[in-house]
Protein backbone atom coordinates (compact mmCIF):
# COMPACT_ATOMS: atom_id res chain seq x y z
CA UNK A 1 0.00 0.00 0.00
CA UNK A 2 1.33 3.03 -0.68
CA UNK A 3 2.62 5.15 2.11
CA UNK A 4 2.53 8.87 2.99
CA UNK A 5 4.96 11.47 3.41
CA UNK A 6 5.63 12.54 6.53
CA UNK A 7 4.66 16.05 7.83
CA UNK A 8 6.93 18.98 8.90
CA UNK A 9 4.67 19.58 12.20
CA UNK A 10 6.48 16.76 14.62
CA UNK A 11 3.78 16.11 18.18
CA UNK A 12 1.99 18.71 17.47
CA UNK A 13 -0.36 18.54 20.66
CA UNK A 14 0.99 15.21 20.77
CA UNK A 15 1.70 13.52 24.42
CA UNK A 16 1.97 10.35 25.92
CA UNK A 17 -0.62 10.19 29.44
CA UNK A 18 1.11 11.66 32.09
CA UNK A 19 4.36 13.24 29.80
CA UNK A 20 3.49 17.27 29.36
CA UNK A 21 4.81 18.59 26.06
CA UNK A 22 4.52 21.82 24.48
CA UNK A 23 2.96 22.55 21.08
CA UNK A 24 5.76 23.65 18.38
CA UNK A 25 2.96 23.76 15.69
CA UNK A 26 1.60 27.55 15.46
CA UNK A 27 0.83 27.68 11.46
CA UNK A 28 -2.40 26.24 10.42
CA UNK A 29 -2.05 23.15 8.31
CA UNK A 30 -4.46 22.65 5.17
CA UNK A 31 -5.42 19.79 3.51
CA UNK A 32 -7.16 18.63 0.17
CA UNK A 33 -8.66 15.96 -1.08
CA UNK A 34 -9.49 15.70 -4.52
CA UNK A 35 -13.51 14.57 -5.61
CA UNK A 36 -13.66 10.91 -7.55
CA UNK A 37 -15.23 9.38 -9.79
CA UNK A 38 -16.36 5.71 -8.52
CA UNK A 39 -17.21 2.66 -9.84
CA UNK A 40 -16.14 4.22 -13.55
CA UNK A 41 -18.22 2.10 -15.75
CA UNK A 42 -16.95 -1.13 -15.32
CA UNK A 43 -15.56 -1.22 -12.39
CA UNK A 44 -18.59 -1.23 -10.15
CA UNK A 45 -17.64 -0.55 -5.86
CA UNK A 46 -14.08 -1.48 -7.07
CA UNK A 47 -12.48 1.06 -9.33
CA UNK A 48 -11.85 5.08 -8.96
CA UNK A 49 -10.69 7.86 -10.47
CA UNK A 50 -9.27 10.98 -8.77
CA UNK A 51 -9.83 14.35 -10.79
CA UNK A 52 -7.97 17.18 -11.42
CA UNK A 53 -9.58 20.20 -13.43
CA UNK A 54 -7.37 21.53 -16.08
CA UNK A 55 -8.24 25.33 -15.44
CA UNK A 56 -6.91 24.96 -11.38
CA UNK A 57 -10.20 24.87 -9.69
CA UNK A 58 -9.72 22.62 -6.27
CA UNK A 59 -12.67 20.15 -7.09
CA UNK A 60 -12.51 18.64 -3.33
CA UNK A 61 -13.20 19.71 0.58
CA UNK A 62 -10.46 21.01 2.55
CA UNK A 63 -10.06 20.67 6.38
CA UNK A 64 -7.86 23.01 7.99
CA UNK A 65 -6.32 22.70 11.76
CA UNK A 66 -5.11 25.28 14.20
CA UNK A 67 -4.52 25.64 17.35
CA UNK A 68 -7.34 26.45 19.55
CA UNK A 69 -8.66 30.10 20.43
CA UNK A 70 -6.00 31.52 23.22
CA UNK A 71 -9.46 31.95 25.58
CA UNK A 72 -10.97 28.40 25.39
CA UNK A 73 -10.66 26.77 28.26
CA UNK A 74 -8.18 23.72 29.35
CA UNK A 75 -10.33 20.59 28.72
CA UNK A 76 -12.39 21.95 25.87
CA UNK A 77 -13.88 19.29 22.87
CA UNK A 78 -12.94 20.00 19.31
CA UNK A 79 -14.37 23.19 17.90
CA UNK A 80 -15.86 22.70 13.82
CA UNK A 81 -16.43 25.78 11.67
CA UNK A 82 -18.15 25.02 8.16
CA UNK A 83 -17.66 27.04 4.94
CA UNK A 84 -17.94 26.67 1.17
CA UNK A 85 -20.29 26.89 -1.14
CA UNK A 86 -22.13 23.69 0.22
CA UNK A 87 -21.99 24.31 3.26
CA UNK A 88 -25.38 24.71 4.17
CA UNK A 89 -26.07 21.34 2.95
CA UNK A 90 -24.65 20.33 6.02
CA UNK A 91 -26.22 19.40 9.57
CA UNK A 92 -25.43 22.39 12.06
CA UNK A 93 -25.23 20.26 15.00
CA UNK A 94 -21.53 19.85 14.80
CA UNK A 95 -21.90 16.12 16.38
CA UNK A 96 -23.59 15.15 13.36
CA UNK A 97 -20.88 16.11 10.68
CA UNK A 98 -18.51 13.55 9.12
CA UNK A 99 -14.77 15.76 10.03
CA UNK A 100 -15.88 15.64 13.91
CA UNK A 101 -16.51 11.92 13.77
CA UNK A 102 -13.35 11.79 12.21
CA UNK A 103 -11.40 13.46 14.91
CA UNK A 104 -12.93 11.49 17.56
CA UNK A 105 -12.16 8.23 16.03
CA UNK A 106 -8.62 9.10 15.01
CA UNK A 107 -8.72 10.55 19.09
CA UNK A 108 -10.00 7.29 19.75
CA UNK A 109 -7.27 5.13 17.88
CA UNK A 110 -4.49 7.42 19.23
CA UNK A 111 -5.40 6.51 22.65
CA UNK A 112 -5.32 2.52 21.56
CA UNK A 113 -1.49 2.98 20.99
CA UNK A 114 -1.24 5.36 24.49
CA UNK A 115 -1.29 8.42 23.15
CA UNK A 116 -3.74 11.21 24.35
CA UNK A 117 -4.57 13.57 21.32
CA UNK A 118 -5.29 17.10 22.29
CA UNK A 119 -8.38 18.90 20.20
CA UNK A 120 -8.37 21.37 17.60
CA UNK A 121 -10.25 23.94 16.24
CA UNK A 122 -11.52 22.59 12.47
CA UNK A 123 -12.34 24.60 9.78
CA UNK A 124 -14.33 22.11 6.77
CA UNK A 125 -13.94 24.41 3.49
CA UNK A 126 -17.05 22.02 1.55
CA UNK A 127 -16.46 22.70 -2.06
CA UNK A 128 -18.41 19.41 -2.83
CA UNK A 129 -21.75 19.27 -2.77
CA UNK A 130 -23.50 16.38 -1.49
CA UNK A 131 -24.84 13.45 -3.29
CA UNK A 132 -23.21 14.46 -6.16
CA UNK A 133 -21.52 11.29 -7.07
CA UNK A 134 -18.13 12.43 -7.02
CA UNK A 135 -17.30 10.80 -3.90
CA UNK A 136 -18.35 14.07 -1.41
CA UNK A 137 -18.10 12.23 1.62
CA UNK A 138 -15.01 10.41 1.17
CA UNK A 139 -13.53 13.65 0.27
CA UNK A 140 -14.38 14.98 3.84
CA UNK A 141 -13.06 11.36 5.55
CA UNK A 142 -9.56 11.65 3.72
CA UNK A 143 -9.30 15.34 3.73
CA UNK A 144 -9.73 15.30 7.85
CA UNK A 145 -7.97 12.24 8.75
CA UNK A 146 -4.85 12.93 6.45
CA UNK A 147 -4.84 16.78 8.16
CA UNK A 148 -5.14 15.22 11.59
CA UNK A 149 -2.38 12.52 11.00
CA UNK A 150 0.38 14.91 9.69
CA UNK A 151 -1.03 17.83 12.10
CA UNK A 152 -0.05 15.17 15.09
CA UNK A 153 3.78 14.12 13.57
CA UNK A 154 1.71 10.57 11.83
CA UNK A 155 1.02 8.39 14.99
CA UNK A 156 -1.00 5.98 12.93
CA UNK A 157 0.78 4.26 10.21
CA UNK A 158 -0.33 4.78 6.65
CA UNK A 159 -2.36 1.14 7.03
CA UNK A 160 -3.75 2.08 9.90
CA UNK A 161 -5.24 5.90 8.74
CA UNK A 162 -6.77 3.90 5.40
CA UNK A 163 -8.54 1.24 7.61
CA UNK A 164 -9.77 4.24 9.52
CA UNK A 165 -10.98 5.73 6.19
CA UNK A 166 -12.72 2.72 5.24
CA UNK A 167 -14.65 2.40 8.27
CA UNK A 168 -15.88 6.10 7.91
CA UNK A 169 -16.94 5.78 4.70
CA UNK A 170 -18.69 2.53 5.80
CA UNK A 171 -20.37 3.57 8.61
CA UNK A 172 -21.95 5.98 6.12
CA UNK A 173 -22.94 3.87 3.36
CA UNK A 174 -23.64 0.90 5.70
CA UNK A 175 -21.10 -1.14 3.53
CA UNK A 176 -17.31 -0.62 2.92
CA UNK A 177 -16.62 0.37 -0.87
CA UNK A 178 -12.57 2.09 -1.26
CA UNK A 179 -13.55 2.97 -5.04
CA UNK A 180 -13.43 6.96 -3.24
CA UNK A 181 -11.21 6.57 -1.02
CA UNK A 182 -8.56 5.01 -2.28
CA UNK A 183 -8.44 7.66 -5.44
CA UNK A 184 -8.90 10.28 -3.18
CA UNK A 185 -6.31 9.66 -0.64
CA UNK A 186 -3.50 8.17 -3.29
CA UNK A 187 -4.30 9.75 -6.32
CA UNK A 188 -4.80 8.05 -9.91
CA UNK A 189 -6.91 5.28 -10.93
CA UNK A 190 -7.74 2.78 -8.15
CA UNK A 191 -8.65 -0.75 -8.42
CA UNK A 192 -10.09 -1.63 -5.05
CA UNK A 193 -11.31 -5.16 -5.00
CA UNK A 194 -14.42 -5.42 -2.49
CA UNK A 195 -14.40 -6.79 0.69
CA UNK A 196 -10.56 -6.00 1.29
CA UNK A 197 -8.87 -3.44 2.34
CA UNK A 198 -6.38 -3.70 -0.19
CA UNK A 199 -5.91 -1.21 -3.13
CA UNK A 200 -4.04 -1.05 -6.48
CA UNK A 201 -2.95 1.71 -8.62
CA UNK A 202 -3.59 1.05 -12.90
CA UNK A 203 -1.51 3.14 -15.47
CA UNK A 204 -3.50 6.17 -16.88
CA UNK A 205 -3.35 6.99 -20.49
CA UNK A 206 -1.62 10.35 -20.84
CA UNK A 207 -4.34 11.98 -23.33
CA UNK A 208 -7.25 10.80 -21.67
CA UNK A 209 -9.59 13.51 -20.03
CA UNK A 210 -12.47 12.97 -18.22
CA UNK A 211 -15.54 15.74 -18.55
CA UNK A 212 -17.45 16.01 -15.59
CA UNK A 213 -20.92 17.21 -15.36
CA UNK A 214 -22.84 17.92 -11.89
CA UNK A 215 -26.34 19.06 -13.34
CA UNK A 216 -26.56 20.87 -9.65
CA UNK A 217 -29.11 18.08 -8.37
CA UNK A 218 -28.72 15.59 -5.87
CA UNK A 219 -29.11 11.67 -5.54
CA UNK A 220 -28.56 9.92 -2.40
CA UNK A 221 -26.54 7.31 -2.66
CA UNK A 222 -29.31 4.55 -0.76
CA UNK A 223 -32.03 5.65 -3.88
CA UNK A 224 -29.64 4.69 -6.39
CA UNK A 225 -28.84 1.35 -4.49
CA UNK A 226 -32.61 0.56 -4.15
CA UNK A 227 -33.23 0.35 -7.85
CA UNK A 228 -30.26 -2.03 -8.33
CA UNK A 229 -31.71 -5.84 -8.35
CA UNK A 230 -30.35 -8.26 -5.53
CA UNK A 231 -28.98 -10.84 -8.63
CA UNK A 232 -27.68 -10.24 -11.58
CA UNK A 233 -27.74 -13.49 -14.59
CA UNK A 234 -24.76 -14.83 -14.65
CA UNK A 235 -24.37 -14.34 -18.34
CA UNK A 236 -23.99 -10.99 -17.12
CA UNK A 237 -21.74 -11.49 -14.39
CA UNK A 238 -19.46 -13.67 -16.89
CA UNK A 239 -19.88 -10.79 -19.48
CA UNK A 240 -19.17 -7.94 -16.87
CA UNK A 241 -15.93 -9.86 -15.44
CA UNK A 242 -14.65 -10.43 -18.91
CA UNK A 243 -15.09 -6.34 -19.63
CA UNK A 244 -13.55 -5.68 -15.97
CA UNK A 245 -10.46 -8.01 -16.80
CA UNK A 246 -10.07 -6.47 -20.24
CA UNK A 247 -9.97 -2.63 -19.04
CA UNK A 248 -7.27 -3.67 -16.41
CA UNK A 249 -5.11 -5.48 -19.25
CA UNK A 250 -5.61 -3.22 -22.00
CA UNK A 251 -4.31 -0.57 -19.50
CA UNK A 252 -1.14 -2.31 -18.26
CA UNK A 253 -0.47 -3.35 -22.27
CA UNK A 254 -0.84 0.51 -23.04
CA UNK A 255 -3.78 -0.79 -25.37
CA UNK A 256 -6.25 2.19 -24.99
CA UNK A 257 -8.55 1.80 -27.76
CA UNK A 258 -9.56 -1.17 -26.40
CA UNK A 259 -9.19 -0.11 -22.82
CA UNK A 260 -11.84 2.84 -23.72
CA UNK A 261 -13.80 0.34 -25.68
CA UNK A 262 -14.04 -1.89 -23.15
CA UNK A 263 -15.97 0.80 -20.08
CA UNK A 264 -19.47 -0.80 -20.23
CA UNK A 265 -21.55 -0.41 -17.33
CA UNK A 266 -23.80 -3.98 -17.64
CA UNK A 267 -23.89 -3.78 -13.34
CA UNK A 268 -25.63 -0.30 -12.46
CA UNK A 269 -26.03 1.86 -15.27
CA UNK A 270 -29.18 -0.05 -17.10
CA UNK A 271 -31.27 0.07 -13.63
CA UNK A 272 -29.58 3.86 -12.50
CA UNK A 273 -30.07 5.75 -15.94
CA UNK A 274 -33.48 6.17 -15.14
CA UNK A 275 -32.89 8.04 -12.20
CA UNK A 276 -30.78 10.68 -14.47
CA UNK A 277 -32.62 12.64 -16.56
CA UNK A 278 -31.16 13.45 -20.23
CA UNK A 279 -28.22 10.78 -19.20
CA UNK A 280 -29.37 8.91 -22.71
CA UNK A 281 -29.15 11.33 -24.47
CA UNK A 282 -26.04 12.63 -23.12
CA UNK A 283 -24.51 9.20 -23.75
CA UNK A 284 -26.06 9.49 -27.49
CA UNK A 285 -24.84 12.69 -28.62
CA UNK A 286 -21.59 12.47 -26.77
CA UNK A 287 -20.39 9.92 -28.32
CA UNK A 288 -21.40 11.49 -31.76
CA UNK A 289 -19.21 14.44 -30.71
CA UNK A 290 -16.07 12.00 -30.58
CA UNK A 291 -16.44 10.67 -26.41
CA UNK A 292 -14.35 7.47 -26.18
CA UNK A 293 -17.38 6.38 -23.64
CA UNK A 294 -19.98 7.98 -21.17
CA UNK A 295 -21.02 6.53 -17.85
CA UNK A 296 -22.40 7.58 -14.47
CA UNK A 297 -20.08 9.01 -11.66
CA UNK A 298 -20.30 6.92 -8.41
CA UNK A 299 -24.24 7.20 -8.33
CA UNK A 300 -24.69 9.82 -10.12
CA UNK A 301 -26.12 12.34 -10.84
CA UNK A 302 -23.08 13.56 -12.27
CA UNK A 303 -22.16 11.89 -15.59
CA UNK A 304 -18.35 11.66 -17.28
CA UNK A 305 -17.27 11.64 -20.53
CA UNK A 306 -14.03 10.19 -21.70
CA UNK A 307 -11.83 11.67 -24.14
CA UNK A 308 -8.30 11.71 -25.97
CA UNK A 309 -8.62 14.82 -27.48
CA UNK A 310 -8.92 18.58 -26.44
CA UNK A 311 -10.94 20.03 -29.58
CA UNK A 312 -13.41 17.02 -28.59
CA UNK A 313 -13.12 17.81 -25.00
CA UNK A 314 -14.35 21.43 -25.08
CA UNK A 315 -17.10 20.20 -27.79
CA UNK A 316 -18.48 18.09 -24.76
CA UNK A 317 -17.85 20.60 -22.34
CA UNK A 318 -19.97 23.21 -24.10
CA UNK A 319 -23.12 19.89 -24.96
CA UNK A 320 -23.04 19.41 -21.63
CA UNK A 321 -23.63 22.85 -20.08
CA UNK A 322 -26.43 23.81 -22.42
CA UNK A 323 -28.14 20.18 -22.53
CA UNK A 324 -27.09 18.21 -19.29
CA UNK A 325 -26.86 20.98 -16.42
CA UNK A 326 -29.75 21.98 -14.56
CA UNK A 327 -28.76 24.49 -12.81
CA UNK A 328 -26.64 27.42 -12.02
CA UNK A 329 -24.98 26.03 -9.02
CA UNK A 330 -23.89 22.90 -11.49
CA UNK A 331 -20.89 22.87 -13.26
CA UNK A 332 -18.43 21.13 -16.03
CA UNK A 333 -15.27 20.52 -16.08
CA UNK A 334 -12.29 19.19 -18.22
CA UNK A 335 -9.94 16.92 -15.51
CA UNK A 336 -7.07 15.23 -15.93
CA UNK A 337 -6.17 11.82 -13.44
CA UNK A 338 -5.17 13.82 -10.07
CA UNK A 339 -2.01 11.96 -9.56
CA UNK A 340 -1.16 13.94 -6.16
CA UNK A 341 -4.47 12.50 -4.11
CA UNK A 342 -4.63 14.33 -0.71
CA UNK A 343 -2.04 16.64 0.39
CA UNK A 344 -1.21 19.98 2.11
CA UNK A 345 -1.41 23.61 0.19
CA UNK A 346 -0.68 26.73 1.50
Given at each position: MTSRPASNGMNTLLKRPGEKKQANRMVPLTVYAPASIGNFSVGFDALGLALAPLDGTLLGDLVQLSLPDSDRPDGADWALEVK??????????????????????????????????????????????????????????VAAL?????????PLSSRDIFGLMAQMEGN????????????????GLRLCPPGSRAEYSLP????????VCWPGTELLTRDARGVLPDDVPRKTAVRHGAQFAQFVH???????????????????????????????????????LGALAVGISGSGPTVFALVDDFEVAEAV???????????EQGFVHICRADLGGARSIE
Open positions: GEFAQKLPSDQEQNIVISSCRIFQSAAADKGIDIQPLKVVLDKRLPIGSGLGSSASSIEALNRWYGNISGEIHLDNIAPCLYGWPGAWRAVALHTGNTELAAASLVDLIAEPYRCSLLPGFDDAKTELKKETWLAANYQKT
